[in-house]
């Protein structure tokens, strides 16, 4: 291959081969796209909407009545889509899920919001009730906080349950000394991130004063 | 602008692209035997991330929006070939300039500092002056670590290191003990 | 893979078992650094690491070293560069969806096989020059290599940092987990502590052929 | 007549009174009251973690070190400072495992004594830190306990998590930074408040410091320029209310002291030249200060002398002396 | 503006002075025999002018200057030339030397001269009875005289700078010159400054002799410029360069001379030499050795015959006590050890130091802890530290280009510092007799 002598190559020819190579390989890619992406955003839909199921505790899937509505939210205001859409902007809160208990009853709205934590942005999902101002339950989707200490707000379960039926806004305590049923611990060693958590949780409802809308939207709907 | 500076020191010491993402391993391990080549080597470095920073805003916006299965091959494709268009220019209308950083820069591109440049800045979804702030940390990151790693390992060079630590060996564990001492960073600014 | 038969002119054994050890792409060349320190932290991300490279590698070198006579010399890298970074998106899409936690513990890191240069080095010293047999042979061996410097990395960074074994408990409940190690420092030190290793018992080894050559 | 046997050395004949040994065990020494104080503060457990932490740095040095390398003192040094360090609760296994990463990863395998560009205790310190961010960060609160009981769960076994202890506390700066509570200054100067071993009676170290400073065994340029960086920076960010510390709790709080007058002034990771140390020294305060205030962590003396030591040899390169006879070019002859 | 008077760094070694700084100079019996090398001063070793066998008188050339910087050697005893060949040297080897055997019975009255009368002479008259007497820088470095009293015409020189410092410890014979003969220094400050042409002249000394100072200060004749300054006491005070950044608060430049800033500087002891030369008319023969440290039984300083064997000078001092291990010829910090004590007295000797074990450096090295001591040491504000590393890895070349090895003097205040006794003076010598290798087959 190596020859000292190689022959000149025209440089159309060049470019004919990258291009040839490019095309090949871009039509390669469109196969393998049509392939994958269904189920790479099937997944990414049920990853959702596990998680949605979770901080409502309610389960549609298991046909007992129970059901879930996604309302898409905007300036002008909230909307009930036809259809549940597993889509969200977690940054600016672009859709709520309301679900319905098996009775028919409102449960609650489930609200993805993320900010910055600790180490990076921390991005989670938490059920929340505006007639009673109360958050349901709190899950962390994704946090890249320090192993061992910070990613006990994701792996501590006892801390992750001190959201269940907290009163919103949450106010942050020392750890051990939760009195009051608006309080959530911090967690020793990992006060920030844990604050973090909290802080993400009041600020989307306090965005674009989310929680009075939702409570407003609920009564205008009423139920 | 707060977003900005923080995005900015982010990048630069709170997760410094070599001592916390392990991107530009090769310049680091490679290119950190002398101070004065670390500075060349780091200011090349910032070139050719802030362009980076701009071709995959670019493209970003107005090619891959259709097209995402691209990302990889638009990104390594576009910045290389402009890398090398700069560095003819450069080498055309400034040989001084060349003779300090031009011959790094065909090493920089296929450096993972710059592709995985391109790929957080798109997975994290950062605007175009973001974009900018991250590159430019992440280029002052890539040339703090390799001029603190150069002028240790300048005086390493007449220390007594024992033959197995010798080399890469004892370049890794001045790596791991920076990377210790850059934890030190740790929340750097998300609690204020 | 196995009946891709070598050429006859030259033993296949030693093509097939040097990127495995004698020449291994990270503990001994420091190609693929980035990969093998980023994304080592547990014993399974770095086996899916390994194996995304090697299907890359594989797939690279074969397809490389089929069409060389296709390829001018001009522009052989940025094909060699178009081809990976094919290969690349078809790991990284598949992970997705096929594997969507695991492809979210590699994270970008699937991305950058594209610029591990141990891939393009295999790809220019090797494959371009190579039989479509020999190659795939040597894509193997090195991609075995690599997949091997990467678990030894994550059995160390995860039995200590998380005091399990691709997830099972090693230590017992009780154990204390060093949580550096599956952090960035842990990385470097342990590639640093596994080097000073390799290179104490292959200087004792030459220590110990000297003395017995030396007494004979 | 008969001779005595005589020897040939090179000039100069006369060797200067210090010695690197001596040098080495006078810090030793200076540092006995301030284990001693550590130890009435802290009960026995004190005395247990800087044993164990020195042990962890002796035996090491000694199989792995050069030849005799033990005699210097240096390694006694490292594990000593390392225990001060740390929280008296720790298990006695993460302090020995600590003086062994101190030794073995901070010292040996640059070449031993002098040749290491971090300084060894901080090193085993940050590595402890980061790998039992939980145990390095919990303060056994010694209130109402008698003196003899242990601080901790010192002796969890080796590898295993220590039983949680039910009485802790915060250090100072903890509790500013994530409580908003301030202690009082008085309390910080004399006494008894949770935090490592060595933090606390900072006037203890300050003579110590003093002593070793008068043999000219420190560079009393380091600590000098530390707490007053610190000084002016702090009361700055105080007087513009960007924090709540005032410069005397910035000053007298955390690890500062023991690292300002014993971390900071280690000869072999701090610059060589006078110009050199006062930038080192304003670099570590300055780095103190940001990371107490803006950082996510309580305390970052630790990390600001380790980035300052990663700095030093850039620092001595870029403060050479000026050689005799080129300084004033031009007004000369 | 003049700053205390002193120089930056540099170091205090004890001067342990007190064993002879108070003894007058007693004249030494004339030994068995001398033994006067061809090499006693900086330049071309003395072109030979006696044979084997010739009888010569006290005060005869015995060789001739060989060159412009070269000097006369003269026997310093009357006797017979008994050999002619290698012998001994005090700088360790073994070199051309003259041996005679003195002769027991003689008077030692040298031939009778003329004396010259240094008020008639012009500048180069004087120049040329300095340069036939055979006088050498008395400080050590034994570099001829009368190449310092011709200066380049183009030079302006505006003050004389007398070199009384005596910064060595242990060494007192400038110390006593002056006590003792502080006449004849002004008289060889007088000479000196007429043949410079300089109207100024500062004697610098270190405030440790006060006897010295009253001394120099109390005879000191009206009509002579002449002003004396006490120093501070400090190693290495007595280097040229140091001593006139104390009086003059002037900086020679890297790599040039005290010319360069209007200076010339000479020891006290050449001076009195000189003046010796007009006063007697003859050459320089003999000189004040000090002989002293805790290894010899009898401290004292002597005026020796050149030539003089080691052993005899010893001896003439009662002998090595038990404790002693080190003879150093020079002063404890920059001199050389020998271990032949047949080695002789040389011109430029200015005094023997018998060290004890438990005073030299003969311990333990260990590695250099980056103390910074030695920065602060340095006179001429090399990084000793930076120039030792790069030493011990052999790293010459980079030592002279980027961290001015050449102007280290080799005045040992790194070495004496240093916690880890490294030996960094020596290790610079060796780098630079290597660069010297190197630089001269190119």
């Not at chain 2, 490679?30 to 090349?44: C, D, Q």
């Not at chain 3, 970008?108 to 141990?118: H, K, S, T």
């Not at chain 4, 962890?56 to 000593?80: C, N």
């Not at chain 4, 740390?86 to 004594?113: D, R």
Request: proline share 6%; glycine share 10%.
């Amino acid at each position: 291959m190596n020859a000292p002598a190689r022959p000149e190559v025209a440089p159309w020819k060049l470019a004919m081969t990258l291009a040839v190579a490019g095309a090949l390989a871009g039509l390669l890619l469109v196969f393998v796209d049509q392939v994958t992406r269904p189920k790479i955003e099937a997944h990414r839909r049920a990853t959702l909407k596990d998680a949605v199921k979770e901080v409502l505790a309610i389960d549609p899937d298991a046909g007992d009545g129970s059901r879930i509505v996604s309302v898409r939210v905007d300036d002008a205001g909230l909307e009930l889509e036809p259809e549940a859409q597993y889509e969200v902007d977690a940054s600016t809160i672009d859709r709520v899920f309301l679900g319905y208990d098996a009775s028919g009853a409102v449960r609650g709205f489930a609200i993805v919001h993320q900010q910055m934590g600790f180490q990076d942005v921390i991005r989670l999902i938490f059920g929340y009730d505006p007639r009673t101002e109360t958050v349901l339950a709190m899950r962390v989707l994704e946090s890249r906080e320090t192993p061992g200490l910070g990613d006990k707000i994701e792996k501590d379960a006892a801390w992750v349950a001190m959201f269940d039926d907290v009163k919103a806004p949450i106010v942050a305590v020392k750890s051990g000394e939760r009195s009051a049923p608006d309080e959530v611990d911090t967690i020793t060693g990992a006060t920030i991130s844990a604050k973090g958590v909290i802080d993400i949780v009041n600020a989307a409802l306090a965005r674009q004063e989310l929680a009075k809308r939702l409570a407003q939207w609920l009564q205008e709907a009423g139920q | 602008m707060a977003e900005l500076l923080w995005i900015l020191l982010s990048a630069m010491v709170v997760n410094n692209f070599t001592l916390y993402y392990f991107l530009g391993l090769c310049p680091f391990m490679g290119v950190s035997g002398r101070v004065g080549t670390a500075i060349r080597m780091g200011a090349a470095n910032i070139f050719v991330l802030v362009i980076t920073s701009t071709c995959a805003w670019f493209l970003n916006t107005f090619v891959l929006e259709h097209a995402p299965y691209l990302r990889v091959i638009s990104f390594i494709v576009v910045i290389a070939s402009l890398v090398q268009i700069v560095e003819m220019a450069v080498k055309k209308l400034s040989p001084v300039l060349f003779r300090q950083l031009g011959i790094f820069l065909p090493l920089i591109t296929t450096n993972c500092a710059i592709l995985g440049l391109a790929i957080f800045q798109t997975n994290r979804g950062y605007g175009f002056l973001e974009g900018l702030a991250f590159a430019i940390g992440a280029g002052l990151g890539l040339t703090l670590a390799l001029i603190l790693m150069a002028s240790i390992r300048e005086d390493a060079e007449t220390a007594d290191v024992p033959g197995i630590a010798k080399g890469t060996a004892m370049v890794l564990i001045v790596a791991g003990s920076l990377s210790l001492a850059f934890m030190g960073f740790a929340g750097l600014l998300s609690s204020a | 893979m196995n009946d891709a038969t070598p050429a006859p002119a030259a033993p296949a054994a030693p093509v097939f078992l040097r990127g495995i050890w004698r020449e291994n792409p990270v503990l001994i060349h420091m190609l693929g650094l980035c990969p093998a320190l980023a994304v080592t932290n547990t014993v399974a991300n770095s086996l899916a690491m390994g194996i995304a490279t090697f299907f890359v590698l594989c797939g690279s070198s074969f397809l490389v070293s089929l069409l060389k006579r296709f390829i001018p010399h001009e522009i052989r890298i940025s094909t060699y560069i178009l081809i990976i970074a094919t290969f690349v998106t078809v790991a990284d899409m598949s992970l997705a969806a096929f594997t969507p936690g695991l492809h979210k513990a590699l994270g970008a890191y699937i991305a950058l096989i594209v610029v591990n240069c141990m891939i393009l080095g295999r790809q220019e010293a090797f494959a371009s020059k190579q039989s479509v047999g020999r190659s795939m042979l040597d894509a193997v061996g090195t991609g075995f290599g690599f997949i091997i410097a990467l678990v030894m990395m994550g059995a160390v960074r995860e039995v200590l940092g998380s005091g399990t074994f691709l997830g099972f408990s090693v230590f017992g409940d009780n154990f204390e987990p060093w949580v550096v190690m599956v952090l960035p420092p842990g990385g470097f030190l342990t590639l640093g502590f596994w080097l000073l290793g390799l290179s104490w018992w292959t200087e004792r080894k030459k220590q110990r052929a000297a003395a017995e050559g030396g007494a004979s | 007549m008969s001779r005595p046997p005589l020897v040939v050395t090179a000039s100069p004949h006369l060797a200067g009174p210090d010695s690197t040994p001596r040098i080495m065990w006078n810090v030793v020494g200076s540092l006995v009251p301030v284990v001693a104080i550590a130890t009435y503060y802290f009960g026995p457990s004190a005395l247990l973690v800087v044993t164990a932490a020195t042990l962890g740095a002796v035996i090491p040095e000694h199989f792995f070190g050069k030849r005799g390398s033990l005699g210097d003192g240096s390694a006694a040094i490292t594990g000593i400072l390392l225990g001060l360090t740390l929280p008296a609760g720790i298990p006695l296994w993460m302090a020995f495992l600590g003086g062994a990463f101190s030794i073995a990863f901070g010292k040996i395998v640059f070449g031993g004594l002098g040749q290491n560009p971090f300084n060894p205790a901080l090193l085993g310190r940050a590595f402890l830190q980061a790998a039992f961010p939980v145990a390095l960060t919990t303060w056994p609160a010694r209130e109402g306990a008698s003196w003899w009981s242990l601080a901790g769960d010192n002796f969890a076994l080796p590898l295993m998590r220590a039983a949680p202890d039910a009485a802790t506390g915060a250090t100072p700066l903890g509790l500013l930074k994530f409580e908003g509570t301030k202690t009082d200054v008085g309390e910080l100067y004399l006494g008894s408040i949770p935090g490592s071993t060595g933090e606390t009676a900072a006037i203890v170290i300050l003579l110590c410091g003093a002593y070793l400073a008068w043999r000219r065994y420190l560079n009393w340029r380091v600590p000098v320029g530390i707490f007053a960086t610190v000084a002016v920076f702090s009361g700055l960010l105080y007087v513009t209310d960007v924090s709540d510390a005032d410069p005397l709790f910035m000053l007298g709080s955390g690890g500062l002291v023991i690292g300002a007058v014993y971390m900071a002034t280690d000869m072999v990771t701090s610059p060589v030249t006078h110009k050199g140390a006062w930038i080192f020294a304003i670099g570590i305060g300055f780095l103190v200060v940001v990371i107490r205030v803006w950082g996510g962590l309580a305390e970052g003396v630790q990390y600001a002398i380790l980035l300052m030591n990663a700095l030093v040899p850039f620092i001595n390169r870029a403060t050479q002396p000026k050689v005799f006879g080129t300084r004033r070019e031009g007004t000369a002859a | 503006m003049r700053n205390a008077l002193r120089f930056r760094h540099g170091v205090h070694p004890p001067d342990s002075k007190t064993l002879t700084e108070s003894l007058r100079t007693k004249r030494m019996p004339f030994p068995d025999e001398v033994v006067l090398p061809l090499s006693q001063h900086a330049g071309n070793p003395a072109k030979l002018l006696v044979q084997v066998g010739d009888h010569i008188e006290r005060g005869d050339m015995i060789a001739a200057a060989d060159g412009f910087i070269s000097a006369p050697i003269h026997a310093s005893a009357s006797g017979v030339v008994e050999e002619i060949g290698l012998w001994p040297h005090p700088n360790g080897g073994y070199q051309d030397a003259v041996r005679i055997r003195v002769d027991p019975y003689s008077a030692q009255v040298p031939r009778a001269r003329l004396l010259p009368e240094w008020e008639g002479l012009s500048p180069k008259e004087l120049v040329d009875v300095v340069r036939d007497a055979g006088v050498v820088g008395l400080g050590g470095a034994a570099f001829p005289t009368y190449v310092k009293l011709m200066p380049r015409e183009d030079t302006d020189i505006e003050v004389l700078v007398v070199n009384g410092c005596e910064c060595e410890p242990y060494l007192t014979t400038d110390h006593r010159t002056m006590a003792d003969f502080p006449e004849r220094v002004h008289l060889g400050i007088r000479i000196m400054m007429k043949c410079l042409g300089v109207p100024r002249a500062l004697i610098g000394i270190e405030k440790n002799k006060p006897d010295a100072i009253e001394a120099i200060r109390k005879t000191c004749p009206d009509d002579l410029d002449v002003e004396v300054l006490p120093l501070t006491v400090k190693y290495p005070q007595g280097a040229e360069k140091m001593l006139i950044k104390a009086l003059l608060d002037r900086e020679v430049p890297s790599g040039g001379l005290p010319l360069d800033v209007g200076v010339v500087v000479q020891n006290v002891a050449s001076i009195a030499t000189i003046a010796e030369a007009f006063e007697t008319g003859l050459p320089l023969i003999e000189r004040i050795v000090t002989v002293t440290g805790e290894g010899v039984a009898k401290p004292a300083n002597l005026i020796v015959p050149v030539g003089t064997k080691l052993i005899d000078l010893i001896n003439a001092c009662g002998g090595l006590t038990k404790k002693a291990r080190e003879v150093v010829l020079g002063g404890p910090m920059m001199g050389t050890a020998v271990s032949n004590l047949d080695a002789p007295v040389l011109k430029g000797t200015t005094g023997v130091v018998v060290l004890t074990a438990r005073q030299i450096r003969a311990q333990r090295q260990y590695p250099c802890i980056r103390c910074g001591h030695c920065l602060d040491a340095c006179p001429v504000f090399l990084n000793p530290q930076k120039l030792g590393n790069l030493a011990m890895a052999g790293r010459h070349q980079e030592m002279q280009d980027e961290h001015h090895l050449r102007d280290c003097m080799l005045c040992g205040c790194c070495s004496y510092v240093c916690p880890s006794n490294i030996p960094l003076s020596q290790l610079f010598g060796a780098s630079r007799a290597a660069l010297k290798r190197t630089a001269a087959p190119a």
